[in-house]
């Protein structure tokens, strides 16, 4: 059994500890100007609410002592369990870690349709490396999907949303320096955005789009390396 924890975590809800949302705004009308493009390179029917700018590593729970730091197009990370505000051994051999991240998120365009707190941000859990289907359709709508987030910023403006990335892999120690080392990863790989009512429509008939990405408004991944 080599992830013996996937289906505990999977389960699990994002959990969203804290979102600062900087202003509100009423518009529902879509930014025609505002557009974003699939994976496969073509413009997208609604245009893109958001930006995750990047994603922030927090030292135990002081989410203001920042270790490591993804952005878009650079998803490399390495992240120490000595930092990790939860670890602890599930079965010999294999470790569970789960660090403090803080998501920053920016407006970029208003909602093609009317939303209030249909936000979600669900955890992505897939095993590394990531192969090229992992994301496809079928992963959605979201099996165990998680508490609404409001993100009701103005355009231009961003918030910050508190929230846990959690790692399970398996831990060898190596002589001859009695040093850890973990493969077999398996965990957060993606943070992504949706509104509930624009992926629906994105997803099903007649647009039928392909992948999770292409109906999240937007979306981040992450590349883990574990080290002690």
């Known amino acids: ?9 999977a389960s699990l809800t994002f959990i969203i500890t804290a979102a600062i949302a900087v ?11 505002t557009g974003c493009r699939l994976v496969d390179g073509t413009a997208r029917l609604y245009p893109c609410e958001f930006e995750i700018l990047k994603v922030e590593f927090c030292n135990k729970l002081n989410i203001n002592d920042i270790f490591g730091t993804v952005m878009p197009g650079h998803p490399d990370v390495t992240l120490p369990i000595s930092l990790a505000w939860s670890s602890f051994h599930p079965s010999p051999g ?51 999907p998680p508490l609404p987030v409001r993100l009701d910023m103005a355009i231009g403006d961003t918030s910050i949303v508190i929230a846990d990335a959690s790692y399970h892999a398996r831990e060898q120690v190596l002589p001859p320096l009695n040093k850890a080392v973990y493969s077999e990863i ?20 007649p647009n039928n789009y392909p992948t999770i990405l292409d109906v999240a408004e937007s979306h981040i991944t992450l590349n883990p390396t574990l080290v002690e």
Not at 1 to 9: G, N, Q, T, W
Request: hydrophobic share 40%.
């Open 1 to 9: 059994m080599k992830y013996p924890y996937l289906s505990h975590l």
């Open 186 to 205: 398996s965990g957060n790989v993606l943070f992504l955005i949706y509104n509930m009512t624009t992926a629906n429509a994105l997803a099903n008939t």
């Open 23 to 33: 202003s509100c705004t009423d518009h529902t009308e879509p930014d025609p100007q």
């Open 94 to 144: 294999f470790v569970d870690a789960t660090f403090k991240v803080k998501i920053h998120i920016k407006r970029v365009s208003n909602p093609a349709f009317d939303v209030f707190d249909q936000y979600i941000m669900p955890q992505i859990i897939r095993v590394l490396p990531v192969g090229p289907d992992a994301f496809d359709i079928s992963s959605f709508p979201p099996v165990f």
